[in-house]
């Protein structure tokens, strides 16, 4: 299995302007998970979804911050507009049934930057 | 609310020592997770704590949960320099909540 992939893998961007990341979970799973990780803050979950449905977005920061869910193989989280102070490294995670409950699978990462 | 508390948070030590991280939290909870996080990587799962009492090995790490005293420990016994990376505890059912980490660093 080739794991969670994200992508892009790296992002820099200028403040205001749009910023989309992309995530595919695992194969079979039906949980997937937005976290955003940085220095100050250690890692937040933004975000959770159960078969394609949000379950719970209370971690997601500011209305800016929008996440989707088309289909059980892809998801986005969505910064518009991206400000400074939003450059982390934002994970997506995947798991397969147990309520949610069962070891989350991280994908690589994408290393936001917004200048 | 549920907080999660590790220490240290950064340790440094010789290899061939043994340590361990101390992962504490606020709540009831009936699983723990450990993680490893190298530089500039993602996060792998290390172990899934289920129940009181339960231990769990791999190679030189040991982990263990007291669900009474809401402590969870990591061991690592006679360490190696491979070992040198972020070490993160998290609880929770369907939304975790991580400690901060501990950085290890272990010299050779």
């Known amino acids: 299995d080739a794991g969670v992939i994200q992508s892009p893998r790296h992002e820099v961007t200028e403040m205001g302007q749009e910023v989309t990341l992309r995530c595919k979970p695992i194969?079979?799973?039906?949980?997937l998970f937005w976290y955003r990780q940085t220095m100050m803050r250690g890692l937040e979950l933004l975000i959770y979804?159960?078969?394609?449905?949000?379950?719970?977005d209370s971690g997601m920061p500011e209305d800016r911050f929008s996440a989707k869910m088309p289909n059980a193989s892809f998801s986005t989280l969505k910064i518009q507009p991206s400000e400074p102070r939003d450059s982390a490294v934002y994970f997506c995670?995947?798991?397969?049934?147990?309520?949610?409950?069962?070891?989350?699978?991280f994908g690589p990462g994408t290393r936001l930057l917004v200048l | 609310e549920l907080k999660v508390e590790q220490n240290p948070l950064f340790l440094s030590m010789q290899e061939g020592k043994n340590y361990t991280i101390y992962c504490n939290y606020s709540?009831?909870?009936?699983?723990l997770y450990w993680y490893r996080q190298d530089p500039g990587k993602s996060l792998e799962s290390l172990f899934v704590?289920?129940?009181n009492g339960a231990v769990k090995q791999e190679g030189r790490l040991m982990a263990s949960l007291d669900t009474k005293a809401r402590l969870s420990t990591l061991h690592i016994t006679a360490a190696v320099h491979d070992l040198s990376a972020t070490y993160f505890c998290?609880?929770?059912?369907?939304?975790?909540?991580w400690g901060a980490g501990t950085k290890l660093i272990i010299k050779p």
């Open positions: 704590l289920l129940s």
């Open positions: 194969s079979g799973h039906d949980y």
């Open positions: 979804f159960n078969n394609n449905v949000p379950i719970d």
């Open positions: 709540t009831t909870s009936d699983r």
């Open positions: 998290a609880v929770g059912n369907y939304q975790l909540i």
């Open positions: 995670a995947s798991s397969f049934g147990g309520a949610g409950k069962e070891t989350q699978y």
